[in-house]
């Protein structure tokens, strides 16, 4: 079943979000392994970050073995903690990208 997962890194800055993402996707390429949609953008108190992923376990996979270590590597160039986090299983989805 798809998983969602939401961060919200208050006080965060696009820089801060460029420098883990450089760390996760050295590459580039955009989606990681297991992941299906990527959204992130500011908000009014820090960085928002939406995950799609094609399971919990992909998710936790993501999170485990690349995520954390690569949150540990940039240090203080990375986010200053961790996220207000929410988390569901998908069973709907609708969307139009323009």
Same mark, same amino acid.
């Given at each position: 079943m798809?998983?969602?997962i939401v961060h919200h890194f208050k006080g965060a800055t696009q820089a801060q979000f460029e420098a883990v993402s450089a760390?996760?996707?050295?590459a580039g390429? $955009?989606?990681v392994p297991g992941e299906?949609? +990527?959204?992130?953008?500011?908000?009014e108190e820090?960085?928002?970050?939406?995950g799609l992923f094609e399971s919990k376990g992909a998710w936790e996979r993501f999170r485990d073995e690349t995520?954390?270590?690569?949150?540990? +590597?940039? $240090?203080?160039? $990375?986010f200053a903690?961790?996220?207000?986090?929410?988390?569901?299983?998908?069973?709907?989805t609708h969307h139009k990208l323009a």
């Open positions: 798809t998983y969602a760390k996760v996707d050295p390429g $955009g989606l299906i949609l +990527e959204i992130s953008g500011p908000s820090g960085w928002m970050i939406v995520l954390a270590p690569s949150l540990r +590597e940039v $240090g203080d160039t $990375g903690g961790p996220p207000d986090e929410l988390s569901f299983d998908v069973v709907n």
